[in-house]
């Protein structure tokens, strides 16, 4: 059974910084490239960065590249993504979703919200 937990959203002033992480367990994920997602209010649910199996390469969006950095630690039996969020914008309230990439499972996690806001 696969599980998403997503945490450590907030309220954070333009220009701050967060650390999202992602407990994420399943026999199907394991080798499984895993992503951060957001959707932004009103809007559809987009790409925002992934990492690879063994954490070597990474993919972004281009509004978040130089600003985000994706990572993950591999245990045993459970996963972790984080997103390190730098120089965080107005633009970048979200609710913030991992799961696999490209193709995310059919089962998404409650998410965590960001909210950039002075």
């Known amino acids: 059974q696969v599980q998403f937990v997503e945490s450590g959203g907030g309220l954070v002033q333009p220009g701050g910084s967060l650390r999202l992480s992602c407990a994420n367990s399943g026999a199907i994920l394991h080798g499984s490239t895993m992503a951060w997602y957001r959707r932004a209010p009103g809007k559809e649910r987009e790409f925002v960065a992934a990492?690879?199996?063994?954490?070597?390469?990474?993919?972004?969006a281009e509004s978040v590249e130089a600003r985000f950095t994706i990572s993950r630690t591999n245990g045993r039996n459970t996963n972790t993504v984080y997103l390190q969020m730098n120089n965080l914008k107005p633009e970048d309230t979200a609710v913030y979703y991992c799961n696999t990439y490209p193709r995310p499972q059919l089962y998404w996690g409650q998410g965590t919200q960001v909210t950039v806001s002075s």
């Open positions: 990492v690879y199996w063994h954490g070597t390469r990474t993919s972004y």
